[in-house]
């Protein structure tokens, strides 16, 4: 059973700080997603990396992914608090039967 | 093009009741996926259907759910005889075509949040 798990689940930062969201997961994947929910809200698309060194960068945010550690990382620059909100990443598999398995998410709380 | 569409956005329902959530995909969109989102947690896969078929309902509970898309309309999430457990945040996205499919894209609505007291 394909499992996903981030890491912190819980991040306070001080704008201007820059800090990293890990996600991990157990098998080969095909894709990776990183998306953003703020709270009472749908979850909107960030990033998908399709293969091994893929690097996307929008604004701040910055994804990686690296298939081999099975370790993809979202790296966040010189917070702003309008970042403040729930980041999950997701991962799916052409044999999962096209769905995707979400990490636990991670809360980010930016302080002025 | 209006995106993934959800009705209702909050739903009230006493225990014993049934819920009917449903989703509109965006157009041009034949795949939907139903997610569920309990409190603080990540969101679990239910259920995958395309027009007329269900392809993979492995998320489902066995029971007192079911989930539909038919050939006119929305696609239904229906869950009989609620209880407090069912409380929870369901989404709906919807792609244009396959998930495994290398560019297809997932886009989500957002959500019914269901209340069961």
């Known amino acids: 059973e394909l499992k996903v798990e981030q890491n912190p689940l819980f991040l306070s930062m001080q704008e201007g700080k820059n800090y990293t969201i890990y996600c991990n997961y157990s098998t080969t994947s095909d894709r990776l997603y990183w998306y953003r929910q703020d709270p009472g809200k749908s979850l909107e698309s960030l990033f998908v990396?399709?293969?091994?060194?893929a690097v996307k960068q929008e604004g701040r945010l910055m994804a990686s992914l690296d298939t081999k550690a099975r370790l993809s990382t979202l790296h966040i620059t010189a917070a702003v608090h309008d970042l403040s909100a729930t980041y999950f990443c997701?991962?799916?598999?052409?044999?999962?039967?096209?769905?995707?398995?979400f990490g636990e998410g991670t809360q980010l709380t930016v302080n002025p | 093009n209006a995106g993934v569409m959800q009705n209702p956005r909050h739903l009230v329902r006493r225990r014993g009741q049934e819920a009917r959530l449903r989703c509109s995909p965006m157009?041009?969109?034949?795949?939907v996926y139903w997610y569920r989102q309990l409190p603080e947690e990540g969101l679990k896969f239910m259920v995958y259907l395309q027009k007329e078929n269900i392809i993979d309902e492995s998320g489902m509970p066995k029971e007192r759910f079911s989930a539909e898309f038919p050939k006119e309309g929305p696609s239904i999430l229906r869950i009989q005889q609620v209880v407090r457990g069912d409380s929870a945040a369901y989404f709906c996205a919807s792609s244009e075509l396959r998930f495994m499919w290398t560019n297809t894209e997932a886009f989500f609505g957002q959500g019914t949040r269901l209340t069961v007291v």
């Open positions: 997701a991962v799916d598999r052409e044999t999962s039967g096209s769905r995707l398995t």
């Open positions: 157009k041009g969109h034949s795949h």
């Open positions: 990396l399709l293969s091994n060194g």
